[in-house]
């Protein structure tokens, strides 16, 4: 009976080292930074239920956002494209401005070398008639034009007649005579041609001709 307690006695003392052991080798490790294994278990991983969802609703806000800069992108590019019309607008009405009052000294000019003095030494029309191709030329650059007249048929969109003559030898409603010069800016009505018109002889079927002055821009 007492070796039995003795043996007893034994197996708990050793019990209690080996525990005593653990316990200082586990705070020797926590002293040195050592992480146990226990404590590398993988931690469990979560999805949301409804990840697809979730992922759609990213995709379509995606594509909301690009279909707005899209959007903003057109907005911009027809603004300025606005902006750019206006501008060009603005200068070729101002430019219609000044052009229309220069014609009437153009006129002035044209008729002066038309009908030339003799007694004029001819050095002062050549000087006269290079002054008149310059300015035609900077005119021009400008986007000024002749509204055509002799030999075409009369257009009452660019011509206004103002005299008809029976002319047999011409087509009818053809101009055979330019009164006064009309010009076009840049493919619009700046005035239009004065002309003389040939008509069919009487007794014929010719239309009955617009007086009426064509409107110019």
């Known amino acids: 009976m007492h070796m039995e307690h003795e043996k007893e006695s034994l197996v708990r003392t050793r019990a209690e080292g080996s525990e005593a052991a653990a316990e200082d080798r ?14 590398f278990a993988p931690a469990a991983v979560t999805e949301p239920a409804d990840w697809a969802a979730a992922q759609q609703k990213l995709l379509a806000e995606k594509q909301e956002l690009y279909d707005r800069l899209l959007r903003k992108q057109a907005e911009l590019e027809n603004f300025r494209k606005r902006m750019q019309r ?22 002035g000019i ?50 206004q007649v103002l005299e008809t003559v029976e002319a047999p030898q011409y087509r009818d409603q053809e101009i055979v005579e330019e009164l006064q010069r009309g010009y076009k800016l840049k493919q619009r009505l700046l005035r239009p ?13 010719s239309p009955v001709l617009s007086e009426k002055p064509p409107k110019s821009n």
């Open 110 to 159: 044209e008729r002066a070398l038309q009908h030339r003095d003799p007694g004029v030494p001819e050095q002062f029309y050549q000087g006269m008639e290079l002054i008149y191709r310059q300015l035609l030329e900077v005119l021009s650059r400008a986007g000024l034009s002749p509204v055509k007249t002799v030999g075409q048929i009369f257009d009452p969109h660019v011509h």
């Open 193 to 205: 041609a004065i002309v003389k018109v040939a008509i069919a002889p009487r007794g014929g079927n």
């Open 26 to 39: 586990a705070n020797q490790d926590a002293a040195a930074g050592v992480v146990p294994p226990d404590s």
């Open 86 to 107: 206006e501008k060009e607008d603005f200068l070729q009405h101002a430019n219609a401005d000044l052009i229309r009052a220069l014609l009437p000294s153009l006129d």
